[in-house]
T-cell receptor, first 110, second 114 residues
Framework: QQPVQSPQAVILREGEDAVINCSSSKALYSVHWYRQKHGEAPVFLMI?????EQKGHDKISASFNEKKQQSSLYLTASQLSYSGTYFCGTVSGSARQLTFGSGTQLTVLP | DVKVTQSSRYLVKRTGEKVFLECVQDMDHENMFWYRQDPGLGLRLIYFSYDVKMKEKGDIPEGYSVSREKKERFSLILESASTNQTSMYLC?????????????FGPGTRLTVT
């Protein structure tokens, strides 16, 4: 079963913040985040492991709430280059596969 | 530089044709994956392979088969293409241990079945 992402789409101005959420009905082992720009392949952002700490690089960070089986991606002071579709992927139990959500389309306007 | 390549960026086939999509990675990765991407549905896993000649079904394997004869190459086969298989197909690879390691994606093949 696919994780649920919200919102489906968000539009913001340069410099504004955004939060993208990902939730699953299954007990999760790890959560992955990817960004895909139009016409390009998805690119890895970060992995959060069960029992791990909040991660981040530059102005993009993420958290993983194991009790709620939820993860959130935080984009602060958005830049034009942040535009794209963000996907979370989840790994549960002993599964060897990554199950992706349907994506959140983020548009940053000047 | 890490690289996953796919044989075609665009492909047009007729209903009933047998279609081969090829994927090659140069990172010596154990895992390889085939996804299809449709608007509003995200990326859905068709098949994956964790070793040569080993494969497992993903979430939507119906109508597809795969082949992995060499570590670097993973092929997706549509035995008899149908119009509902018109989609973007993405190949990916990773080190063994799906939960731990990032996946590297190829540029995708946009397949149109008429």
């Amino acid at each position: 079963q696919q994780p649920v992402q919200s919102p489906q789409a968000v539009i913001l101005r340069e410099g504004e913040d955004a939060v993208i959420n990902c939730s699953s009905s299954k007990a999760l082992y790890s959560v992955h985040w990817y960004r895909q720009k139009h016409g390009e392949a998805p690119v890895f952002l970060m992995i959060l492991l069960k029992g791990g700490e909040q991660k981040g690089h530059d102005k993009i960070s993420a958290s993983f709430n194991e009790k709620k089986q939820q993860s959130s991606l935080y984009l602060t002071a958005s830049q034009l280059s942040y535009s794209g579709t963000y996907f979370c992927g989840t790994v549960s139990g002993s599964a060897r596969q990554l199950t992706f959500g349907s994506g959140t389309q983020l548009t940053v306007l000047p | 530089d890490v690289k996953v390549t796919q044989s075609s960026r665009y492909l047009v086939k007729r209903t009933g044709e047998k279609v081969f999509l090829e994927c090659v990675q140069d990172m010596d990765h154990e895992n390889m994956f085939w996804y299809r991407q449709d608007p509003g549905l995200g990326l859905r896993l068709i098949y994956f392979s964790y070793d040569v000649k080993m494969k497992e079904k993903g979430d939507i394997p119906e109508g597809y088969s795969v082949s992995r004869e060499k570590k670097e190459r993973f092929s997706l086969i549509l035995e008899s293409a149908s119009t509902n298989q018109t989609s973007m197909y993405l190949c990916a690879s990773s080190l063994v241990g799906t939960g731990f390691y990032e996946q590297y994606f190829g540029p995708g093949t946009r397949l149109t079945v008429t």
